[in-house]
């Protein structure tokens, strides 16, 4: 089933939750609204689910408008952050609970509890109640009471949320695997990019009550359409810059703005870790000097500290092979060549 | 060191004794004292005492009342405190303010309202007394004080399950199909099963105990409106302690086995909590 959103806008009281947001869900996709808190994405999911009322603008499903329709009426699957689980029904009566509401026969109900018992691995704990089950337990009994009565999609608010660590990525894995089984449009909402890119198909970036980027999780990381998506993804090294004549300069470093980028004038350059090279010697104009400050040896990659020529602090990324071959030291003087730079101009987008 | 104390917060034997001896000299002693009191009768004259046709009528009517009120203020308090959670209106507050009344005027008060303004020339009875409602000196006029006296009960136990009931619930019942009334009937109602038994018990239990306002408005007629309590002051009143007291442990009896069979009910629908 696929979802168009048109122009969705969404207000509470001054604060602008979603401002004229348009996007397009394809029929069997995994997606992911990921962004910071207050940036929209669950009030974009509720109004999606029906749970809220967007101010204006449509949402249609497959091509029938149910932007009036309730949530009752619209058949979703709603996985919540806290699960909100029934405390007072037992697993299977939690899971059966939309076909019992729909009037569906008794033994056909337990037909499909037994089902989905079985894919969400729980059989034997039909009898339990919600507060009798660990954290892990209850999400996934919250999805197959969300799945029970075949939904036509399913949507899911950071539904990992509320987890540890090592069942989070248990879950993450076990999603998308069933993903792929049951091939029912899904989108969830995450605010851990990790998990977006892990999980989803595609990612729509959102910030402020608008989209940033939709992409896959590759195009979404390696080209990044906005400062706020570069900035979101982490692991960023600024530079504060100036752009003339289509070219960025800061400190004695000199680089060619990437083609069809020429915002002249005060500009911001964004340089991922892992995309710097160190150099004991000094090759054009197209490096800067910098001071070892800092060696963090622990893990695959060596994580290097420096001080810039222009006092800013910078964060460097390498193999283990290359710092060994290097042969860094703390307040040693290196030069500093950035292999892939995004310039966008100070005030807003590239 | 024989023992050492691993509890946070000192004091257990400390409040623990105080308990110990307050209920002691607040409830035990009074019942026990009751029960030595009934104990000078011998059995012949204690049955004689407690199971006459007047003193049958007299329970029946008590626990009647209470239990007919008690379910009154059961669907009046869950309304009650429905409106007060789900809605604002102007005079909210006062409206919430007003629920605990009945607990702080005297109920003689309440009962002489009542009895005054149902009578065939009160202000309301003028008008319910051709219709062939009695709502004074009857059975009926002996209810409408318990609901009078039972409302805060219903609507403050209620009131706090319902203001932290988790919204999410409901819309998970909304997005799974399930119409306002299923919504209701199956999620929030079942979560509020065992704040609707305490406040019945409550209410139940003032119900029985009522004496004050009862007085006033039920005419006190034998077999018709006559409440235990008044068949107790009726005995006194003969200088008969001995039948009052029998009288009066009967009624405990009864009140203790029914509070014990609603917290039976009230654990049964907590059964999902551990």
């Known amino acids: 089933m696929s979802i168009l959103i048109k122009n969705v806008s969404k207000t509470f009281g001054n604060f602008v939750a979603l401002d004229r947001v348009s996007l397009e869900v394809p029929d069997r996709v995994l997606l992911a609204l990921l962004g910071p808190s207050g940036s929209g994405k669950t009030t974009l999911l509720r109004i999606i689910a029906g749970l809220e009322v967007a101010d204006s603008g449509n949402v249609l499903y497959q091509k029938e408008d149910i932007t009036d329709q309730s949530a009752r009426d619209r058949k979703v699957g709603f996985v919540f952050q806290h699960y909100a689980l029934f405390r007072h029904m037992t697993v299977a009566e939690n899971i059966g609970y939309g076909l019992r509401v729909r009037k569906t026969p008794k033994a056909k109900i337990r037909q499909r509890v037994g089902e989905l018992l079985k894919l969400i691995r729980l059989e034997g704990l039909q009898a339990r109640y919600p507060g009798q089950l660990s954290g892990g337990q209850r999400q996934r009994v919250a ?69 940033e980027q939709i992409g896959t999780p590759e195009q979404v990381y390696d080209h990044p359409a906005t400062p706020f998506v570069y900035n979101f993804l982490g692991n960023v090294n600024l530079f504060q810059s100036r752009v003339v004549n289509g070219k960025a300069r800061i400190g004695s470093l000199e680089m060619e703005v990437p083609e069809g980028t020429h915002p002249e004038g005060q500009a911001v350059m964004y340089v991922r870790p892992h995309l710097l090279d160190i150099e004991q010697q000094a090759t054009g104009a197209d490096h800067f000097r910098a001071r070892v400050k800092h060696i963090n040896r622990t893990g695959p990659l060596v994580k290097i500290e420096l001080m810039t020529e222009w006092g800013d602090f910078v964060n460097v990324e390498m193999s283990q092979e290359r710092f060994r071959h290097l042969g860094l030291k703390s307040d040693l003087e290196v030069f500093v060549k950035p292999r892939e730079v995004r310039v966008f101009s100070a005030t807003g987008r590239a | 060191m024989a023992s050492v ?77 429905w409106v007060l959670v789900r809605y604002t209106f102007p005079g909210k507050k006062l409206v919430d303010s007003l629920v605990d009344l009945p607990l702080a005027l005297p109920t003689a008060v309440g009962g002489l309202v009542y009895s005054s303004l149902y009578v065939q020339k009160g202000w309301l009875g003028q008008y319910l007394v051709p219709l062939g409602i009695q709502g004074a000196y009857s059975r009926f006029a002996i209810v409408l004080v318990l609901v009078f006296v039972g409302l805060p009960f219903v609507v403050r136990t209620v009131q706090p399950i319902l203001e932290d009931f988790d919204p999410e619930a409901e819309e998970a019942s909304a997005s799974l199909g399930g119409t306002r009334w299923q919504t209701f009937r199956n ?12 406040g019945f018990a409550l209410a139940f239990a003032r119900g029985v105990g009522e004496y004050g306002s009862v007085v006033f408005v039920s005419g006190n007629m034998p077999y018709k409106t006559e409440i235990a309590p008044i068949l107790i002051v009726a005995r006194l009143e003969e200088f008969a302690y001995g039948e009052a007291t029998a009288i009066a442990v009967v009624l405990l009896i009864i009140s203790f086995s029914m509070l014990v069979l609603i917290n039976l009910l009230e654990r049964w629908s907590m059964r999902y909590e551990h």
């Not at chain 2, 999620?187 to 305490?198: C, F, K, M």
């Open chain 2, 187 to 198: 999620i929030i109602l079942p979560t509020l099963y065992p704040a609707l038994i305490t």
């Open chain 2, 5 to 81: 104390n691993r509890r946070v917060l000192p004091g257990f034997s400390l409040t623990l004794g105080y308990t110990v001896f307050y209920l002691s000299i607040l409830v035990l002693i009074p019942i026990t004292a009751c029960f030595f009191k009934a104990a000078s009768l011998s059995f012949q004259e204690f049955w004689h005492a407690v199971w006459t046709e007047r003193a049958r009528a007299a329970y029946l009517l008590t626990f009647g009342a209470a239990f007919v009120a008690a379910i009154v203020n059961l669907f009046l308090g869950l309304l009650l405190a």
């Open chain 1, 143 to 211: 999805l197959a009471r969300a799945l029970a009565a075949e939904p036509r999609v399913l949507l899911l608010d950071e539904p990992f949320g509320a987890l540890d660590a090592k069942v989070r990525q248990d879950l993450r894995q076990w999603l998308r695997r069933l993903h792929e089984e049951i091939h029912v449009s899904s989108i969830f909402v995450t605010h851990d990019q990790e998990e977006a890119f892990e999980v989803a198909d595609r990612v729509v970036v959102m910030n402020e009550g608008r989209i």
